[in-house]
């Protein structure tokens, strides 16, 4: 059953690790997918009070990131529990799950293991329209304001005062001043983040190395999709980076590639293929994340129904999505020893309790 085969791997990392090891993943399947928020410190509240105190404890990792706010709160979370923190990530911890690397005494990557950079797009009610649907907004790149200016200073030799002024002029004209001071304010928060959490297992008298760290991964990596190997990570950006030995290796990959199946994050959810004529309406329960230890099991469960309206041009049934429900949901029950929750394809329906709160 893949939770006694995911507790077993659990196990083994704990043991070759010398800690306790609490999981998070957050899906990336197509149109059920999740992202690092606030939502999940009450979560990891109740794993961690169940794990107690302990020498050290291991993050295992996968996420293509989030909100940025939440690392800072999880890491001082985990902190109050250990005083050793590690994450291992066996594939990817882009964005909101660089910053919470950041925050851990080591890092083990494993072969496949990838960073990425902690410079954040920001969206709000200023931001400019987009042309193809005018209810949207675009979101705004950090680094991509800073680099314009820096174009027009260093490249074009634009001096300070009314060459450079236009500059900024021809610019406002284009974003909104307050999309721009949003702007500015996430490019201080986003450095004031990864310095405090770099501190947290960092010297002061290491203030040049923490300052090349957080330049490194925002503004002299140039795209935000830039994929930062182990190598990088260590020699490059200077990171606590630890590389697994063969057995740990293969622990994580086996690990991760359970809650890939769990998960189903190579396969999209496709509404239209639950339905048919025989069964014009279907109800659904899907996992979209999960955060596991040897304790517990709490799901982000997306749950709803799907009607089937007609047949579109290429025959393919038409159809609604209605999510009724969304959020994390403790479904430990009897599958602590058993087997999943959900059923091989995600839908089915068996009964679980919310998650307090």
């Not at 939502?39 to 794993?47: A, G, L, P």
């Not at 040049?208 to 990570?233: Q, V």
Request: charged share 20%; with cysteine.
């Amino acid at each position: 059953m893949d939770r006694e085969e995911r507790v077993q791997l659990i196990r083994q990392l704990e043991v070759l690790l010398g800690g306790r090891v609490i999981c998070y993943v957050t899906g990336d399947r197509e149109n059920v997918s999740t992202r690092v928020a606030p939502d999940i410190i009450r979560v990891f509240y109740h794993h961690l009070e169940k794990a107690g105190q302990c020498d050290r404890l291991y993050l295992f990792l996968y996420t293509r990131g989030g909100d940025v706010l939440t690392p800072w709160r999880l890491v001082n979370l985990i902190r109050e529990y250990t005083g050793y923190f590690g994450v291992v990530v066996p594939f990817r911890a882009y964005s909101a799950g660089t910053l919470i690397c950041l925050g851990a005494n080591e890092i083990i990557m494993g072969k496949m293991g990838e960073l990425g950079p902690i410079d954040p797009s920001v969206a709000n009610a200023f931001n400019p329209q987009d042309p193809n649907n005018p209810v949207a907004r675009i979101p705004v790149s950090v680094e991509d304001v800073s680099s314009y200016m820096y174009l027009a200073r260093e490249r074009a030799g634009l001096a300070e005062g009314a060459p450079l002024a236009e500059v900024f002029c021809l610019l406002s004209d284009r974003v909104h001043p307050l999309a721009l001071g949003n702007v500015h304010r996430n490019y201080a928060l986003i450095r004031s983040l990864a310095r405090k959490l770099l501190l947290l297992h960092m010297a002061e008298y290491q203030e040049t190395l923490i300052r090349e760290i957080i330049d490194n991964l925002t503004e002299k990596l140039y795209a935000h999709n830039h994929m930062i190997s182990r190598r990088e990570a260590m020699r490059d950006i200077r990171l606590p980076i630890s590389i697994p030995t063969p057995e740990v290796e293969k622990v994580m990959w086996a690990l991760y590639e359970c809650y890939e199946t769990y998960l189903e994050l190579l396969e999209p959810f496709t509404p239209r293929c639950l339905v048919s004529e025989q069964h014009r309406q279907v109800e659904f329960e899907v996992p979209g994340g999960i955060i596991e230890s040897l304790a517990a099991v709490d799901a982000f469960v997306f749950s709803g129904n799907i009607t089937r309206t007609g047949v579109n041009p290429d025959g393919t049934p038409s159809v609604t999505v209605n999510i009724v429900r969304q959020g994390w949901r403790n479904i430990t029950g009897n599958d602590a020893t058993g087997g999943d929750h959900f059923a091989a394809n995600g839908f089915s329906r068996p009964a679980a309790e919310g998650y307090p709160g």
